[in-house]
């Protein structure tokens, strides 16, 4: 009689799903293998604290809005990107920009509409050396690099500035324009005024203009609003006066009203 032994296969091993990473800020539930918190921008491995002001950084800007660069490699596209561009002409990986101990270059990605410098089409794959006040054309987008001193600032960038700006946010590098009502501040591209540093939250803090009065009120940022030194409490609110220094998390802006055309303070 034949015996017929018989096996039994192992269970197959389940899949094991990667547990989420709670931020200790915030409490946030992140995705797995996330660096920073998406609500907060708190670093995911770090302890909470106080956050300790970072080193004036290279930063490119159209003008409007500006995008701090880290050192080493900083991908500009529409998809996964450090500088993110919305500019349908912009390529998903466009291309790379450089920083390091001997300044900035720029390498085109083979992007489907090109990258020019100063009007010069960049060859696919070659990375070229990217000056301060130099202006960089990724598509239809155009930027102009800053350096860490200000060199190239957004002031000498060729742009038609909002009509209706009443007031300004100004530092190092960085212009934003405040109209009249409320302006919405925070790392989150939905934001009126976005500021890509991780440390911002998403939704950080508004500015509001009625007529000649200005505040800016938390709206509850992890790393915290200061008015010259003095930190805003979550959820208050407080007057901003001509030359006031606001700092959202690490990056500090002036407050400044715009400047009246003598024809218009005459109506």
Known sequence: ?????QQIAPAAEKTQAMAGIECPV???ANVPLSVWCAECGFRLDSTPGEVSVSEPRYSVTDGQQTVFLKPGENVVGRLNADVFLSDPSVSRRH???????DGVTVRDENSANGTRLDGQTLTAGEAHEWKPGRTVEFGSARLKLVSPEGEGAAEDIEVAQPVD??????GAGMEFPLKEGSTSI????????VIPDPYVSGSHATITIEGDTASITDTGSANG????DARLE?????????GDTIRF??????FEWAVQDEDESEI
């Open 1 to 5: 009689m034949n015996e017929t032994t």
């Open 26 to 28: 915030c409490q946030t």
């Open 95 to 101: 291309a790379v920009i450089t920083v390091g101990d």
């Open 165 to 170: 700006a009443v007031a300004w946010l100004r």
């Open 186 to 193: 925070g790392r989150r591209p939905g934001n009126e005024i």
């Open 225 to 228: 609003t200061y008015i010259n």
């Open 234 to 242: 979550a959820g208050n609110s407080a007057a901003l006066s001509e």
């Open 249 to 254: 998390a690490r990056v500090d802006l002036r």
